[in-house]
């Protein structure tokens, strides 16, 4: 199976009625935990990062070339058909070093900007993207962020801006603000389904929701029919992964030979700990998306 276009994938998923999580890993065990995850599930797998929620300096001295590796290798082992995507990358320039590295989908984190700015940025990546045979996500129309009410406010996206958007720059799914929030870890999002199906009239590519884990449960179903084929899930697998190591800590024996506490990778490791409520937690998402079961040609 191993490596596959996002827009394979999602071009499946629209077809067949159903969504595929991308569940941002950020190192080893939380990567492992999302390809793990899928191949047990047989359901097509996104694994990836984001640039949003790391450190620029510490991406651009490396993060993105040792993330890009890292997924790259679990991709190509993967018996589910598996993308990696660098997600809402903070420049063209680290764009250009994730595709180099091996990511076959990028998005640039372009959504701040004014609609002509957003489609010039975009319309860049898609040449550069394209001319590689990696699959582009761009956003338009800005999400609230739950963590820092500073931060710009929301824009939600525009339909015929959508429908402009699309044809002008040539994206292979787009990323909405539909009432879907980031970083939202109280209460559920209100989600405009009226503006989702309105976009999705006029755009007909995969649409896409950030902000997963805000989001309503009961609106997983009708957004599915209105056009979203991949929902992006951060800050619920942190919380838990954190959860999972805090226990893990809180059983450590008095003087532990860190060697099986520390990257042994048996049932002491720490991190193992983290990485099984993550797994766990993808995997009741992957069954909420109806992804599981779809990994099979036919599917
Ligand atoms: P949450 O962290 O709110 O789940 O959103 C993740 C996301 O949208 C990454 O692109």
């Known amino acids: 199976m191993s490596l596959v276009g996002m827009d394979q994938i999602l071009q499946r998923a629209l077809r067949g009625g159903y969504a595929v999580g991308y569940f941002e890993a950020w190192d080893q065990y939380s990567l492992e935990a999302a390809i793990e995850a899928a191949e047990e599930l047989e359901a097509p797998a996104i694994l990836g990062f984001g640039g949003a929620v790391a450190d620029v300096a510490w991406l651009d001295g490396g993060g993105v070339e040792s993330m890009t590796a890292l997924g790259r290798c679990l991709a190509e082992r993967s018996r589910v058909p598996t993308a990696l995507l660098f997600n809402e990358a903070q420049s063209y320039p680290q764009i250009l070093r994730g595709l180099r590295g091996g990511c076959n989908a990028v998005m640039l984190d372009s959504s701040e900007l004014s609609l002509e700015e957003n489609i010039a940025a975009t319309r860049r990546v898609v040449e550069a993207a394209h001319a590689l045979g990696a699959t582009v996500e761009a956003e338009l129309g800005h999400l609230a962020d739950a963590s820092d009410p500073d931060k710009a406010a929301p824009r939600p996206t525009d339909p015929d801006e959508a429908a402009r958007f699309v044809a002008a720059t040539g994206v292979d799914a787009l990323a909405v603000s539909v009432g879907n929030v980031h970083i939202l870890t109280e209460g559920e999002a209100q989600i405009d389904l009226d503006r989702l199906a309105a976009i999705y009239q006029r755009v007909q590519v995969p649409l896409v929701i950030h902000g997963g884990t805000g989001f309503p449960a009961a609106a997983i179903r009708p957004a599915i029919e209105r056009g979203v084929c991949k929902f992006n899930v951060g800050t619920r697998l942190?919380?838990?992964?954190?959860?999972?190591?805090?226990?893990?800590?809180?059983?450590?024996?008095?003087?532990?030979?860190?060697?099986?506490?520390?990257?042994s990778r048996s049932e002491r490791d720490v991190f193992g700990w983290g990485k099984a409520m993550v797994k766990a937690e993808i995997k009741r998402l992957i069954r909420l998306y109806g992804s599981a079961g779809k990994a099979g040609a036919s599917s």
């Open 238 to 263: 942190k919380q838990l992964y954190l959860e999972g190591i805090a226990s893990a800590l809180d059983a450590l024996p008095p003087s532990p030979n860190v060697h099986d506490y520390v990257g």
